[in-house]
């Protein structure tokens, strides 16, 4: 069964740091890799997916690595900013039945 | 506009009385899932549908019912609703092959 895992669940730093959050997983027969974030009592907004096949994924200031035999992928966000506080979530597809299965969040707070 | 909606966005009710909360997307995906998000638990699996008259249960299928009469419904179906479906449920789908899932914008149940 897979399960996915993020460590540390808070995270609070000054504005304009570059910080990586983490995520590890257990199989690593997966599809792809996805990194959502999720604003309090909102819906879940795609960030990066990283196919199976594929390392990493870039969108602006977010770069998204997989390394499918170590079981980890990390979310690189450059030059932070108070806007990026939010609860950053990954989740592996796996499976017939295109479960994802979600880590529990990481909450990032940003300072000004 | 691409999304996928969820109506209500916000239930109360009470106990054993039946209720169905709507999901749509306007995307022509063929896979159409469920999820709950309790604290502390992360966001669960409840049912999914890879197409048309075809869904499977996910991790925490019971007290659930679902149907997929149509490419664009997915309705979610409690029963007899109890105090432990208080949650907070969102809908998502994606096309067939390991794609982005697109998430609605979430319903939170209270069960009384």
């Known amino acids: 069964k897979q399960e996915v895992t993020q460590i540390p669940a808070a995270l609070s730093v000054p504005e304009g740091e570059n910080l990586v959050l983490n995520c590890s997983f257990t199989?690593?027969?997966?599809?792809?890799l996805q990194w959502f974030r999720q604003d309090p009592g909102k819906g879940l907004t795609s960030l990066l997916l990283?196919?199976?096949?594929?390392r990493e994924q870039t969108s602006g200031r977010l770069n998204a690595s997989l390394d499918k035999s170590s079981g980890r992928s990390t979310l690189y966000i450059a030059a932070s900013q108070p806007g990026d506080s939010a609860t950053y979530l990954c989740?592996?597809?796996?499976?017939?039945?295109?479960?994802?299965?979600f880590g529990k969040g990481i909450t990032l707070s940003v300072r000004p | 506009e691409a999304q996928v909606t969820q109506n209500p966005r916000y239930l109360i009710t009470v106990t054993g009385k039946k209720l169905t909360v709507t999901c749509s997307q306007n995307?022509?995906?063929?896979?159409m899932s469920w999820y709950r998000q309790d604290p502390g638990l992360g966001l669960r699996q409840i049912y999914y549908?890879?197409?048309?008259?075809?869904?499977d249960k996910g991790d925490v299928p019971e007290g659930y019912k679902v149907s997929r009469k149509e490419k664009r419904n997915f309705p979610l179906i409690l029963e007899s609703p109890s105090p432990n479906q208080t949650s907070l449920y969102f809908c998502?789908?994606?096309?067939?092959?390991?794609?982005?899932?697109?998430f609605g914008p979430g319903t939170r149940l209270t069960v009384l």
């Open positions: 989740a592996a597809l796996t499976g017939a039945n295109s479960k994802l299965t």
């Open positions: 199989d690593s027969a997966i599809y792809n």
């Open positions: 990283i196919q199976s096949s594929q």
């Open positions: 995307m022509n995906h063929e896979y």
């Open positions: 549908s890879m197409n048309v008259e075809v869904t």
């Open positions: 998502a789908s994606h096309p067939a092959g390991a794609d982005t899932q697109y």
